[in-house]
């Protein structure tokens, strides 16, 4: 097939479409550079004029992953009917059904995502999620903070602070699908439970929330999840 | 110079230290493998021997670095006159100290490490560091658990939650470092000040301590610390 002239926006969109597409259906570890210039059709110079590395790739593809998710939450945030931290619950359930929607596709991807050796390409999609969310959070804990629903003086520090709180869910995650993959659901969603609880209890002692009233999971998240992934 | 036969234990403790010296004297983005090589006197196949890159040797210095700070904060641990609260305020008092101590010989370092294309490099340090510490602040948070003075029914994934919150420094950090370069000393420290009341308010609120218990600054720390990276 020739090469077509293409607009810098469309070549750009068309390597993030396949790249997502290689990763998720074959895992990112074994998706190469020249696999995504093969399946986009493009020069080995016009990949790199867009993007110095597979890690930018992926990292392109998180970022998308987080505009089109928030996207989806969008109508969240502008749901009068629902204060701050009622949003706060909707956005947690959002993500929830979307993490058990993609688990499927995602399997291969996160199992390489969670492991410990690959900690560096954690953070780097995790900085890219972040960017995109952090915006979002700062003006929900900034009304929330002028409606008196939740305690938050300095809106954006502390919508960075909850998002760094969930990092430590790698280690977790990893443990747990280490288990699930041994054939022990049950400890592993014990595991993931344990940690979602916790996790749970530092947003609302974080904002000053009455214990409770953040629903982080539900009953039967985290098996639902972690046997998806299997 | 004849290249001696030395054990592994000796040798890797020798690119660490020449690796340290280097780095703080001309900083780690001007130092070059060849650099560490030659100022150790050892062959580049031993050096790829005991580390795969320059990031990796960074992380085995940021290791050693918090080995060396915990093994100064030691005593306090074994206080029996500090409860867990004293305790944390006593490290946190001690990071201080060290940091403005440390400011003059790691501010090339330290300028590098927040940059925001540094944000990987930051976070493999930071997970170096978090591995030492780790163990130490889920022992401490144990003790104040038992003993009433802080509330962490979860003390592990609670002190990987603490740790986590820090990250945000790097960002506000940067900012800090370029208003001082700019020389806005007084706007600088404002902004490192805001920060670490925040995160002081964090810690106190994740951990149910009473306001105002945690002492994560002092007045004047910020400035002094800032004027000493200058």
Known sequence: MPRVKKSPDVRTNELIECAQRLFFEQGYENTTVNDVIREANVSKGAFYHY??????????????????????????????????????????????????????????????????????????????????TLPYLTGLLERGHKEGSLDAPDPEATALMLLNLRLGVAKTMHRALQQTEAGDLDGAARILDGWMRTYGLAVERLLKIPEGAIEITEPGFARAFLEATV
């Open 51 to 132: 993007f110095v590395s597979k890690e930018a790739l992926l990292e392109a593809v998180a970022s998308r992953m987080a505009h089109q998710s928030l996207k989806e939450l969008q109508a969240l945030f502008e749901d009068p009917t629902l204060d701050a931290v009622g949003q706060l619950n909707a956005l947690f359930a959002g993500s929830r059904r979307l993490k058990v929607e993609m688990a499927p596709q995602l399997k291969n991807t996160f199992n390489a995502l969670f492991k410990p050796e690959n900690i560096v390409l954690y953070h780097r999609i995790d900085a890219a999620v972040s960017a995109v």
